[in-house]
């Protein structure tokens, strides 16, 4: 099973709303990464969790909250979001520690924010 | 510093023919993997193959190869037989030691590349 997925797929909120993104793999990695992306641009990474434990944080503002409750499940939490945070979010698993080998990527949740 | 670039924003190809999809990468690190990504329109980065800089011989996955030339500093994606859902954002993007041990083992992208194929 190499599947990463990620739930909503759509999401569209209110700048005082409060929403989670999930995201899921079952193929033992690791290593789990946020990433958000604009319409014809590169991902840009926003988070990376090693081993469940928050190891990389891109200078992200406070209103996009990550957690990783146990190695198969991440999650990133929305809240008082700016419409310029509307974009692709996606998520990404892949082994720690070696060069070799993918990183995984889910489908993605379209987000936009009114 | 790590950097990945590809300098076709866009490519027109006819079904049925190959295309040369380019990228050049810059890394001082001798350990480093070459990926390459598909993003289709629905946003899914679907990926298509991988070269580690210490592999004799190039990578090739069906369809899509890739002609490493380490010398260059290039790592070019060859699709055969292009097909019309082959139309998509093409990105090539690095990872090293450097990008392993200190940045999380984060992927460099390049800018990509939008193929669209015609029938």
């Known amino acids: 099973d190499t599947e990463v997925t990620q739930t909503p797929k759509h999401l569209v909120m209110g700048m005082t709303n409060k929403k989670s993104l999930k995201c899921e793999q079952h193929?033992?990695?690791?290593?789990m990464y946020w990433y958000k992306q604009k319409a014809k641009k590169p991902p840009e990474l926003m988070f990376v969790?090693?081993?469940?434990?928050?190891?990389i944080n891109e200078s992200v503002p406070s209103r996009f909250s990550p957690e990783c409750p146990n190695s198969s499940l991440l999650n990133l939490h929305l809240h008082a979001l700016q419409p310029e945070d509307s974009a692709l979010y996606l998520c990404?698993?892949?082994?720690?520690?070696?060069?070799?080998?993918?990183?995984?990527f889910g489908p993605g949740t379209r987000l936009t924010v009114l | 510093a790590q950097k990945i670039t590809q300098t076709q924003p866009g490519m027109f190809v006819q079904e049925k023919e190959a295309v040369t999809l380019d990228c050049t990468y810059d890394?001082?690190?001798?350990?480093?993997?070459l990926f390459w990504y598909k993003q289709p329109s629905s946003g899914e980065m679907i990926f298509l193959i991988y070269?580690?800089?210490?592999?004799?011989q190039n990578a090739t996955e069906g369809r899509y190869s890739l002609n490493f030339q380490k010398a260059r500093k290039s790592a070019n994606l060859v699709i055969s037989a292009s097909q019309l859902g082959d139309s998509a954002m093409y990105f090539c993007?690095?990872?090293?030691?450097?990008?392993?041990?200190?940045?999380?083992?984060?992927?460099?992208f390049g800018q990509g590349t939008e193929l669209s194929v015609k029938p």
């Open positions: 890394t001082s690190d001798p350990s480093y993997g």
């Open positions: 070269q580690g800089s210490y592999d004799q």
């Open positions: 969790y090693s081993y469940e434990k928050l190891s």
């Open positions: 993007a690095m990872r090293d030691a450097y990008t392993i041990y200190n940045q999380g083992g984060k992927l460099i």
């Open positions: 990404a698993s892949s082994q720690v520690g070696t060069s070799l080998g993918e990183q995984f």
């Open positions: 193929m033992g990695h690791r290593a």
